[in-house]
Each structure stands twice: as structure tokens, then as C-alpha cells.
């Protein structure tokens, strides 16, 4: 398979089809969370509702573990998954901070200051 | 005959329609963003379309990993807002222009442009936010809306040339309606953000700045700009900005620009608003 121009772009996974492929189920779950009715059910009892799905074990365990950057290499998808954070009352940017590994309010200051400048631009910044 | 009077450019970040919804919007945080609508809202008020057509992106809302559509037309009567997970944004309900919207599905088929044609969609806060940013909190929107979505959740997004060339094809189907209607296009989305992973909260000003100068005066060759640059530089969402290219392919090559504005930050996005009309016109 030949390299993916898009391959090499630090902290970013594309989702092109091969992510498609292996979190369709991932995906469709979270879909699912777009219904009231369901996500009471899955706040209620989130393996018991997971295992409705043919996801893997690693997927669910994500999940359960609200870890994002893993349920993103193993195929999701953040517009999808954000039908996780809506479901737990949380906004994109907590989700964002989240996955950055910074404190909500570092992230926050992060942005007030103008956000995280592109790698080109740090390059720049210190050469 | 329609006439394309005018096109707008905007963001569309959920946190502009929950800090609204919520009454947020003259907290210190959202001042200065909801201040930088407040040209186009006196504006728009005066110039009174009568058809928005709405270029927008689904955010895994009305389709999942079921259908896929490059390029949506939704030709329906009425669009529900959707429940994202939190709720329907408490909005009107949006109204279509099925006539001119199928007249203009059948004629960019015609040039070559496949469409999915949608009967049946509820609209996410990719289209409902423009709406909100130009027209407030009105009980009904003032003008029907052809709700038009474009895939930028799997890649691969259509090119910004294809929805450059998009555009003029849209242009060529609403000058050939025969119906006196004042329509406007709308391009929605960016600009530079990414909201995934250890990368999340990019923004790029310089380059931000960069597409809003060549989208008015340079867009034919702004229109070339390889998927790979978006990534890299405007972040992983920041493709959302080709669908500000079909909005400019629909309109003349010499634009005048009424208003620009941009702000860092909503949430985790840049925001950047333009208001164009065709120089013969202005």
C-alpha cells in the first residue's frame, strides 16, 4: 500500500477509509446516542448498551474509559464521538483539553492566547 | 429570473449556538465574536433574501456511516433541527425552497456535477448557526433556505477546485430559474481549528488572514490549494473552508468585499465572517 501523504502530520489521525472500516461500529454506536431514550440507557448501563454492539473489546474499553485519542486509533471518529461527550453534558472544548493531556482551564488559556501555532510556525519560531 | 445578490462567508461553531441559546451571548467571552455580526445582521435586514442557499457540512448528524453523499441538495419542504446529543437547538424551523432546489439539482446534473438529492433531513448546528449569526433570535427565519452539505468528515473532501467549479454551476442553475427571487449563498465552516487528538486547538492567523485576502481577489488560484496544506496548516477540520469555494465559484470573478471579520476564539475555532457582492452590482 503506498504511503499516505497525510500519514505524517503530527497528532492527527485522518479518517479516510481504512479509520471507516475499522470503527464503523464505533461510529454507528455513537449515532445511536443521538436519541434520548438511548442514552439513558447507556448511562444506565454503559457495558451492558455497548455489548449490543459489534465493536471490539478494545473499542468498548475506550469508551467505558472515556479515552478519545484511543477511540480514535482504533477507527472513531470526533464528530462521532462527540455524541459521547454531548451524552456526559461535555463541550468540545473539554473533549479537546482532554485529549492535549492539558488541565480544561490550561487548554482554555491556551485559546484565549491565540491557540496552538502550526509545527511550520514553531520551526520558524526557534530557528 | 433569480438573481445571486450576494455571498457570505461564516463559522459555524456549536459553542456560538449553545453561548445564544443559553443567553451567553454578552458574557465578556462572546462579546467581541457576536459584535462582529452585528454589520451583517442591519445589513441583511435591508437586503432581504429571499432564498438562502446554504452551503454547510453534516457533522454526523443526519448522516452516519450509512450514506456518505459528497455533495447533499436538500430539496424537502422543511428541515427539523436535529438533537445532537444535547438536545435540538431551540430554533425555528428551517423552510426550503424546493422548487429552486430541485430546478438546481437538475440543472448541476446537467453541468456534469452529481448530486445526492435529499427529501428528508434534519439540519445540525452547521446549518443552524449561520442562521442564528446573521438573523438573531427571530420567531420564524426571515427566508427559505436550500440546505446544501457537503462531506468533510471522511476523507476524501471533495477538492477545492471541484466545489470552486461547483459553485459556477450553481451560479449557471439559479440565473436560468424563472422565478423573480433575491437569492444569496452562504459558505460555512472553518476556519484554521482541529479538534482532535494531542494536536487539538490549532490555529494559524497568518494563514487564516492569508485565505480571507485571496478568497476576494485570487480565489481561481486560492481555489488549487492541495488537501495536504489544509491539514498542516489550518488543521484537521480546517478542510471545512473549501465549502467557503463554492460559495465564491457562484460568484462573479471580480467580487467587492462589504465586511470581514475575525476573531480567535470560539471554543476551540477561528472565526472568520465575509460579506460579498459582485462589483457590477455593488
Not at chain 2, 427529501?119 to 449569526?133: I, K
Not at chain 2, 494531542?198 to 492569508?210: S, V, Y
Request: proline share 5%; hydrophobic share 40%; with cysteine.
Amino acid at each position: 500500500m503506498s504511503e499516505k501523504p497525510y500519514g505524517d502530520v503530527p497528532g492527527t489521525v485522518i479518517f479516510d477509509a481504512e479509520q471507516s472500516r475499522k470503527g464503523y461500529h464505533l461510529n454507528q454506536f455513537c449515532m445511536s446516542l443521538l436519541k434520548a431514550p438511548n442514552r439513558e440507557r447507556f448511562l444506565a448501563d454503559e457495558r451492558g448498551y455497548l455489548d449490543e454492539w459489534k465493536m471490539t473489546e478494545e473499542q468498548k474499553q475506550a469508551v467505558m474509559a472515556r479515552d478519545y485519542n484511543r477511540m480514535i486509533a482504533l477507527g472513531g471518529n470526533i464528530y462521532f464521538l462527540a455524541k459521547i461527550f454531548a451524552t456526559d453534558g461535555k463541550s468540545f472544548q473539554y473533549a479537546a483539553a482532554l485529549m492535549t493531556g492539558m488541565t480544561q482551564q490550561d487548554y482554555a488559556d491556551m485559546m484565549l492566547g491565540g491557540g496552538r501555532k502550526p509545527e511550520s510556525q514553531e520551526e520558524n519560531s526557534h530557528g | 429570473m433569480a438573481r445571486l445578490t450576494a455571498g457570505i462567508a461564516c463559522s459555524h461553531v456549536p459553542a456560538i449556538g449553545a453561548a445564544l441559546d443559553n443567553g451567553k451571548a454578552g458574557d465578556d467571552y462572546w462579546k467581541p465574536l457576536f459584535a462582529g455580526f452585528d454589520f451583517v445582521k442591519q445589513w441583511i435586514a435591508a437586503e432581504k433574501p429571499d432564498v438562502v442557499f446554504l452551503v454547510y457540512n453534516d457533522h454526523a448528524t443526519a448522516f452516519s456511516l450509512d450514506f456518505i453523499p459528497t455533495f447533499a441538495i436538500g430539496c424537502a419542504e422543511e428541515f427539523q433541527p436535529a438533537d445532537e446529543g444535547w438536545g435540538a437547538r431551540p430554533v425555528p424551523m428551517v423552510e426550503g425552497a424546493p422548487e429552486l432546489a430541485s430546478h438546481i439539482a437538475q440543472s448541476v446534473i446537467e453541468d456534469d456535477f452529481d448530486l445526492t438529492i435529499v427529501n428528508r433531513m434534519e439540519v445540525d448546528h452547521g446549518l443552524t448557526v449561520p442562521l442564528s449569526l446573521m438573523f438573531g433570535q427571530p420567531a420564524a427565519w426571515p427566508c427559505k433556505v436550500i440546505p446544501f452539505a457537503v462531506n468533510v468528515v471522511q476523507y476524501r473532501p471533495p477538492s477545492g477546485r471541484r466545489c470552486y467549479m461547483l459553485g459556477k454551476a450553481i451560479r449557471r442553475a439559479i440565473d436560468s430559474f424563472p422565478g423573480d427571487l433575491n437569492v444569496q449563498i452562504w459558505g460555512t465552516g472553518g476556519m484554521s481549528h482541529q479538534l482532535q487528538g494531542p494536536r487539538a486547538g490549532l490555529i494559524n492567523r497568518e494563514w487564516d488572514a492569508k485565505f480571507l485576502d485571496r478568497i476576494v481577489n485570487d480565489a481561481d488560484s486560492l481555489s488549487r490549494t492541495p488537501h495536504i496544506e489544509y491539514v498542516k496548516q489550518a488543521g484537521s477540520e480546517g478542510i471545512e473552508l473549501v465549502m467557503w469555494l463554492i460559495m465564491r465559484g457562484a460568484m462573479d470573478d471580480e467580487v467587492e468585499q462589504v465586511y470581514r471579520f475575525y476573531h480567535v476564539p470560539a471554543s476551540n475555532t477561528a472565526v472568520g465572517h465575509l460579506v460579498l457582492k459582485n462589483k457590477e452590482a455593488a
